[in-house]
Nanobody, 126 residues
Framework: QMQLAESGGGSVEAGGSLRLSCAAS???????MGWFRQASGPREGIGSI???????YYADSLKGRFTISRDNAKKTLYLQMTDLKPEDSASYYC?????????????????????WGQGTQVTVSS
C-alpha cells in the first residue's frame, strides 16, 4: 500500500510563499496525484496532476497562485504556493490514485483517491 508523507508546512505572513512536498513510498508515475486542503469545513480539492503528461489541473479560485508539479524519479509531488492569504490557512494533504477512470482532471472529491498523507499545517498571518 502506497504511503504518502507531506512536508514543508509552517507559518508565514500574508503575501509570503511556501512549497509543500509529498514523498511517496512507491513509484508514482502511473498515478494521478492531487492536493487538498481542509480548514473547518469539507476537504477542498486544490488540483491534480496527470501521471504521464504531467499536466496540472487547478481549482479556478486558486489558479495563478498555486502550482502543482511532480518529479516521478524522486517519487515526489510538489505544491508551490505564492501570495498566501490568511484564508489559505489549513491542513494540506496529498493524495494518489492509479490512473484510469475518472480522469485526473475530474478527480476533485475525497472518494476519488485511494491513498492519503497525514497532512501538513499551513498558517498564514495577516
Amino acid at each position: 500500500q502506497m504511503q504518502l508523507a507531506e512536508s514543508g508546512g509552517g507559518s508565514v505572513e500574508a503575501g509570503g510563499s511556501l512549497r509543500l512536498s509529498c514523498a511517496a513510498s512507491e513509484d508514482t508515475e502511473a498515478h494521478c496525484m492531487g492536493w487538498f486542503r481542509q480548514a473547518s469545513g469539507p476537504r477542498e480539492g486544490i488540483g491534480s496532476i496527470d501521471p504521464y503528461a504531467t499536466i496540472p489541473y487547478y481549482a479556478d479560485s486558486l489558479k495563478g497562485r498555486f502550482t502543482i508539479s511532480r518529479d516521478n524519479a524522486k517519487k515526489t509531488l510538489y505544491l508551490q504556493m505564492t501570495d498566501l492569504k490568511p484564508e489559505d490557512s489549513a491542513s494540506y494533504y496529498c493524495a494518489a490514485a492509479p490512473s484510469g477512470k475518472p480522469l485526473c482532471q475530474d478527480r476533485w472529491q475525497r472518494i476519488d483517491y485511494n491513498y492519503w498523507g497525514q497532512g501538513t499545517q499551513v498558517t498564514v498571518s495577516s
